[in-house]
């Protein structure tokens, strides 16, 4: 019995494609896997194929559900203070306002805040968004939602964020978010 001469087993060698191979739109539907269709099937029941979903792809869209449940009360140089109200839109399976609108809402008053400090012509930049979920606020809660400048230099500004119950005064929510005032440096 003759033994070969590649190193692999015959169904493990390695397989070399050409550059017109990998244009080939026949070619690799030819290699797709088995399951495929399925996967395809599947990402159309939940929704990947939805004619709607490009008009939710755009740009900074999580502002437009955010706008119906956010409202500014007062603007200062280095304070900012608005209300927010816990609706079913922005809501967890259990009622309370999802962790993710929590984020969201505190992004947006922190980079408010931060804009009262930092001059127009300075580009800002995200650059740590810390959070702290201290109590859950149950559905239809009033909440204040107060942004202040812990610290602005020239290359960073440090804002915290406070979520406090309208009704009680208890601490909700905390975050800390710090920005970079100026593009990073191109090593």
């Known amino acids: 019995m003759a033994k070969s001469s590649s190193a692999f087993p015959a169904s493990q060698e390695p397989q070399t494609v050409s550059s017109s191979d990998a244009a080939d739109p026949t070619k690799s ?9 399925e996967v395809l099937r599947f990402f159309r029941s939940i929704g990947i194929s939805d004619p709607n979903v490009e008009k939710y792809s755009s740009k900074d869209f999580y502002s437009n559900i955010l706008c119906n449940h956010l409202n500014t009360a007062t603007v ?13 839109a922005i809501s967890n399976y259990y009622g309370g306002l999802h962790g993710g609108a929590v984020a969201a809402i505190a992004e947006r008053v922190a980079i408010a805040t931060a804009r009262t400090v ?23 809660a009033e909440l204040i939602v107060d942004g202040s400048a812990v610290r602005s230099g020239r290359n960073i500004t440090v804002v915290a964020i406070e979520f406090r119950m309208k009704k009680t005064g208890k601490l909700v929510y905390t975050s800390r978010a710090t920005f970079y005032n100026s593009p990073m440096s191109k090593l």
């Open 29 to 37: 539907e030819e290699r797709s896997p088995p399951y495929a269709p």
């Open 76 to 88: 200062r140089r280095g304070h900012v203070n608005c209300f927010a109200t816990v609706k079913p």
């Open 118 to 140: 930092v001059g127009e012509d300075k580009d800002i930049f995200l650059g740590e968004l810390g959070m702290s979920y201290l109590s859950a606020a149950p559905k239809d």
